[in-house]
């Protein structure tokens, strides 16, 4: 008895080769996937300003990049004992204030130049939900430990992860009509926001992303079933790590 489920894994019509120069954004998935290429030296350029789990700090990050709007004091803030922005994950944090924004500001101009050249755009969602700052309601990519009187948090809707995505894609297409998109959703499950709420949240990823690929020309943007391969080909828990959340090193 064959106690799998094998997925076809559809041809993508501009194939990744070792001429190819690769950028992976988004959740842990896209550095786990960007260990690998960078194992088998394959180009590859990964998360920049971090893991960013959900579309909209995305795409706040890629209009940022493609439009060369540079950070501020004001897009930073001090909390113990260190300088953070809410754009940026909490590895990029410096105690020194002048250092900080020059180095994200350093990482605009690398990420403008690389975007020009990419052949290939990796991108994975790992969660709908999303935390908004409660003094302006803007939606921040990391919440560096602050207090959770500071937010609000709410589930993103379907539409506004289309529109997220869709202005992700065009800005990127601003600098490089040619770059070819792959998309993916993050199979690790986010059990801390609930079983069937981690299920709500990748429903709407996948209803946002697969509304908008029925409308790409071939060979533009394809999805790689990442999240059905470990839902069920990979369903056993020896598939799974310690956490049984994250997929083992053979999976």
Known sequence: MNFRTPISIPRNLKPIDYNS???SLGSCFAVNMAEKFEYYKFQNSVNPFGIIFNPVSIEKLIYRIVNQVFFTEKD???HNERFHSYEVHSDLSATNKKEFLDHLNEIVLLMHQQL???????ITYGTSWVYSDTTNNTIVANCHKMPQSHFD???????SIEVAIQNTVNAI???NPNCAFVFTI???RHVKDGFVENQRSKAHLIAALHNLLSSYQLGVASYFPAYE???DELRDYRFYGNDLLHPSEMA
């Open 173 to 175: 297409r601003q600098l």
């Open 229 to 231: 391969i470990m839902m």
């Open 21 to 23: 120069k690769i950028v």
């Open 76 to 78: 930073i803030f001090f």
């Open 153 to 159: 948090k709410h589930i993103l809707s379907v539409a």
């Open 186 to 188: 993050s199979p690790v």
């Open 116 to 122: 020009k050249e990419v052949s290939h755009i990796l």
